[in-house]
């Protein structure tokens, strides 16, 4: 078979042009994509003769196995890469490998670094390639990966990394086409298949092409590829046949040495294999043509011979040191060999989490506890644990309570006293992460009750360390201050700087949610975290500074804090921390007015990490509201207060409920009943956190329901708080704080609340300038209701079109309610849900100031009666008409 490329004439001057461009220092990332038999690999292989002198070319691939090699493809490149790297992927070393391949390929020759079939790519590949994309253009390297679309199902890791390479400069799509029947004519010349025919029958899908050339007889075309490929095995020689099968079943390309051991009559019979057009030899290395012949032949096999093949993979793999763990958990799962995925499941399962395969890591557990009762009691509450701290790692919530109470049950059987306390502290975290405040509350004092109990310091640190940490978070404040300082002296005492660490930050986080400052143990916590190299201490100590010192609105202070937080946690990978720092990050963009940058901040927060999320949808939902997007807006508000309520904690309710209050006042919608939200001022008057105090008491003020004078005065007595004097009237006073602190909206808003016309315009002049459009037409009338007749006309095209300030969604729907459409027509007529329309609709008459649809109709038709216009607009684009 010639591997003749056509119709790839402009991938590969994309791809060329990225070699050349790597290698004067400018690197990219390429991502080549389509169906199976599309021709990724072979364009990618075509590449080899195309590179710049001095480039080289780094290949590794992923393959079909049922759990996925941890960093596989990156092993590949071992042999080809510096000492450094090599030693690095064999330690396996998440932490080593990221750096060791950022030097290898900034300090040596420019290369193209191909991924290939990134779709079957373990998670720590995925992370390395996120860490290497993020970086390329200053690297000498085109990065090139190559995938199936249709395999990127909800939640692929890797179609995670291609959404967040979606806004990224530097990276170009290069999705491939089929053939044209020109083409499909072009690879059947000289055969005797009729070109139109074969077209047709492959779409010109090019291995459906080359597999039908391959596999005809005479004029008559195979009925499917299979059948072309098993025609073409069965004529091979019963023991090249026998050999084609045994490899069949190994996922992957073979290596010499396993293809001595397996090929009984040697190497001869390969090449009639490959003659055959089953396999190829390169490098000493067998593979099958195709991922898609390789299954053609493993499908055809009956069950007993498969488990027989698999026994003898699994055997020869066993006899080599280097083999993979996946590779033999593989082929021990499909021999159904428990012994053999009982000796090298855990240690699978172990290397994967080394590597930062966590998704892996969690599969092989899996496997592994089907069969607990194969290990004794100590190894399998291990598993246990391990199992659920893994599905914590991968944010996956629902089963991690129960496999570390199968840990905790053990432990207490056991009679293991520290084994017990540590289960129980992670029992403790688990049940919280997972939205069961109750059960980590209980964990957590069984667990101070058995460390107390085995009269160990350290164990008793961190103990107390964890349930000052739940107070804080349960805004217990005086009692998780008063832990902390226990635990911090415990943790002194023994030396244990992560437990240090984790107590002063409960402290320093609790003694600014009772309005105090916090800042020096927050400080220290983050020295001593970053000092022992604890990364998840110390981001979780700048998330929460940063988070303090927003409540406080001491924003400028927040900001170098966010970079630096934000900068270790992209140096060490840890995403969970660095989309929840990205969600802090929007709320400072938000508080600085840079609403755009703070919605894609957010935007980054996955559904998974509940916590970031949580905080993301209240940014998201703020900004869609002042901008004027509604029904965004109440949408928005809502899902986040059904993520907050079930998360449960004031921390999340409380945010989330000035968001809706907000919401409500500029959309006239609300999101959340009034009566809930009221609920939260009086947890956080109860729990005594002034800043959410301040801040609901004002927005429940706005919403007409105004809470006691007296417990304003309490709030402004010890330290002015901008919304506490919003809420007593006192807006001139706010305005200034709001300036000082460099909030211009909340500014903004206070000037405007102000009796001054002057503040009243300057007001004004900020919300346009911001595109508040909604706050805006409030100054606006306001301004024209003090009599004020030339009143500045805002920016906004839409604003100055549509009197009434609605978007051109509320227009398309009035317009439909005004034809006399029912909701569900409007929601047929636009593809929308009912549900949607009715909040479009509410929001709609809410801006006409009416109440009814058929008031609604009539401004509408005022609305659009053609006015005479003015010289400027002729040759603008014609009103909208009816
Ligand atoms: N543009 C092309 N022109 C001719 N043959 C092609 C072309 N692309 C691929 N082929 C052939 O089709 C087969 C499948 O291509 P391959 O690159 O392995 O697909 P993929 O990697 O996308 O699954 C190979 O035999 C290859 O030689
Ligand atoms: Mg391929």
């Known amino acids: 078979m010639v591997a003749r490329l056509l119709e790839r004439a402009d991938e590969l001057t994309a791809l060329a042009s990225a070699a050349r461009s790597a290698a004067r220092g400018r690197g990219s990332t390429l991502l080549v994509h389509g169906e199976a038999g599309i021709g990724k690999s072979a364009l990618v292989r075509s590449l080899h003769s195309r590179l710049p002198a001095e480039g080289r070319l780094l290949v590794g691939y992923c393959d079909a196995l049922s759990t996925p090699r941890a960093l596989g493809p990156l092993k590949d490149l071992t042999g080809s890469v510096g000492r450094v790297l090599t030693d690095a992927l064999r330690s396996g070393e998440r932490d080593a490998v990221m750096p060791a391949l950022y030097d290898e390929l900034a300090g040596g020759a420019p290369a193209v670094l191909v991924v290939e079939d990134a779709h079957w790519a373990d998670e720590a590949t995925v992370d390395t390639l996120r860490y290497l994309a993020r970086r390329i253009e200053q690297l000498p390297v085109a990065l090139v990966l190559t995938y199936r679309d249709e395999e990127l199902a909800n939640g692929h890791p890797l179609g995670q990394l291609l959404g967040d390479l979606g806004h990224a400069d530097g990276v170009a799509r290069l999705p491939l086409a089929r053939l044209s029947s020109e083409a499909v004519a072009a690879l059947a010349e000289g055969s005797d298949l009729d070109p139109q025919s074969l077209h047709t029958l492959t779409d010109g899908n090019p291995y459906l092409v080359t597999e039908l050339l391959a596999s005809a007889d005479g004029r008559a075309v195979p009925a499917s590829v299979v059948d072309g490929v098993l025609g073409r095995l069965h004529r091979l020689p019963a023991d090249v046949q026998a050999l084609v099968e045994q490899l069949a079943v190994l996922p992957g390309a073979v290596g010499h040495e396993l293809v001595d051991v397996l090929a009984a009559g040697g190497w001869s019979g390969l090449v009639e294999a490959e003659d055959a057009g089953l396999v190829r030899v390169v490098g000493g290395a067998v593979a099958f043509r195709h991922e898609l012949t390789r299954r053609a032949v493993v499908d055809a096999l009956s069950g007993a011979r498969r488990v ?83 599905l914590y790692t991968i944010g996956v919530g629902s089963e991690i309570v129960g496999a570390q109470q199968h840990a905790v049950a053990l432990y207490r059987s056991l009679a293991d006293p520290r084994g017990l306390a540590i289960s129980l502290r992670w029992l403790s975290r688990l049940c919280w992460f997972a939205g069961d405040r109750r059960g980590a509350v209980e964990a957590a004092q069984e667990c101070t009750h058995v460390a107390t109990g085995a009269g160990d310091e350290g164990l008793l640190a961190m103990a107390l360390s964890n349930e000052s940490q739940l107070a804080m978070l349960g805004n217990d404040n005086e009692f998780a201050i008063r832990l902390a300082e226990q635990a911090t002296i415990l943790a002194r005492r023994v030396g244990d700087a992560q437990v240090l660490a984790h107590a002063l930050n409960n402290r320093g986080s609790a003694m600014f949610r009772l309005g105090r400052d916090g800042m020096q143990p927050l400080q220290e916590s983050i020295a001593v975290a970053r000092r022992v190299g604890d990364h998840e201490d110390a981001c979780r100590a700048y ?236 100054v606006r009338q306001r301004l024209r209701e003090r009599g004020m007749t030339s009143v500045p006309r805002g920016p906004g095209a839409t604003t100055r079109a549509n009197p009434a300030g609605l978007t051109a969604r509320q227009l398309e729907v009035l317009e439909l309610v005004a034809q006399g459409c029912t909701n569900a027509d409007i929601a047929a007529r636009l593809v929308l849900s009912v549900r949607t329309v009715d909040s479009h609709v509410a929001a709609v008459l809410q801006k006409l100031g009416v109440t009814t649809r058929q008031e609604a109709a009539d401004a509408y038709r005022a609305l659009v009666v053609p006015k005479p216009r003015p010289a400027a607009d002729v040759g603008s684009r014609p009103a909208r008409s009816r």
């Open 308 to 390: 027989e093949l698999d026994r003898r993979a699994l055997r020869a793999l066993e006899q080599r040191a280097d083999s993979d763990l996946s590779q033999l958990v593989h082929h021990a799962v499909e021999c159904g060999d428990v012994d053999a995925v009982v000796r090298h499941g855990p240690s699978a399962a172990r290397e994967a989490s080394a590597s930062g395969a966590h998704r892996e890591s969690v599969a092989h557990y899996r496997t592994v506890m089907a069969h607990e009762l194969r290990f004794e009691p100590h190894e399998r509450a291990r598993l246990w644990e391990e199992l659920a701290v893994e």
């Open 543 to 778: 998330v929460n500074l940063a988070w303090s010192l927003l409540d406080d609105d001491r924003v400028r202070e927040a900001e170098p804090l966010l970079r630096e937080g934000l900068a270790l946690a992209e140096r060490v990978e840890f995403l969970g921390f660095w989309q929840y720092l990205r969600a802090v990050w929007a709320r400072l963009r938000l508080a600085q007015g840079h609403w755009e940058e703070a919605v894609r901040a957010a935007a980054e927060a996955s559904p998974e990490n509940q916590q970031a999320y949580s905080v993301s949808l209240g940014v998201r939902a703020t900004v869609a509201a002042r901008t004027g997007s509604d029904v965004d807006a109440v949408e928005t508000a809502r899902q986040g207060w059904a993520v907050a309520t079930h998360l449960g904690e004031l921390q999340r309710t409380g945010p989330m409920a000035a968001v809706g209050l907000e919401v409500a006042d500029l959309t006239g919608v609300a999101p959340v009943p009034a009566d809930d939200l009221a609920e939260v001022y009086a947890d956080a008057r109860r729990l005594g956190d002034p800043a959410l105090q301040a801040v609901l008491a004002y927005r429940l003020g706005v919403a007409g329901r105004p809470v006691g004078r007296a417990e304003l005065e309490d709030l402004v007595a010890d330290r002015p708080s901008a919304y506490a004097l919003q809420a007593l009237g006192r807006a001139e006073e706010a305005a200034r704080l709001w300036r000082e602190a460099g909030c211009p909206y909340e500014e903004a808003v206070a000037l405007a609340e102000s009796s001054d016309t002057d503040r009243l315009l300057a007001g004004l002049a900020i919300l346009d300038g911001l595109g508040a459009a909604p706050m805006a037409r409030r």
